[in-house]
């Protein structure tokens, strides 16, 4: 049986193209590997080095408010070193409740605990 025309020309086109699209995939293939390994690869969030030196940078702030301060601005400076313990904590692996506890004593409690916790994971903080 003869072959058609249709897979003559199927055949054709497969044998014209090939190269094209080896090269093409030989060119990109390593672009795409790298782009894989990035991703799985790539960390989340700050450095650990940024976090811990925010965190130094705002505790100085939060000593240095005074009873006169404006309460927003004593509940901001509070609230960046809650924002910035619950990422550090993320970061080295340390269990905390700072967003579920409300602001008072407690959350005091838990603050120092944190900050106890992540000391002993090896952050440099006051």
């Known amino acids: 049986m003869a072959p058609t025309p249709w897979a003559n020309f199927a055949l054709f086109a497969a044998a014209a193209l090939a190269p094209s699209a080896l090269c093409w995939a030989a060119l990109r293939l390593p672009r795409l590997i790298r782009g894989l ?13 940024q976090l811990a030196a925010d965190l130094r940078r705002v505790h100085r702030i939060l000593e240095c408010v005074r009873p006169g301060t404006p309460y927003a601005r004593r509940a901001g400076v509070r609230q960046a070193y809650d924002v910035l313990l619950a990422q ?3 970061a ?3 269990a905390h409740r700072l967003g579920e506890l409300p ?13 106890e916790s992540l000391r002993a994971a090896g952050l440099v903080i006051p």
């Open 37 to 49: 390994r990035r991703e799985t690869a790539s960390p989340q969030g700050l450095p650990i080095e």
């Open 88 to 90: 550090a904590c993320a």
């Open 92 to 94: 080295v692996g340390v």
């Open 103 to 115: 602001e008072g004593v407690d959350r005091e409690i838990e603050r120092l605990r944190v900050e």
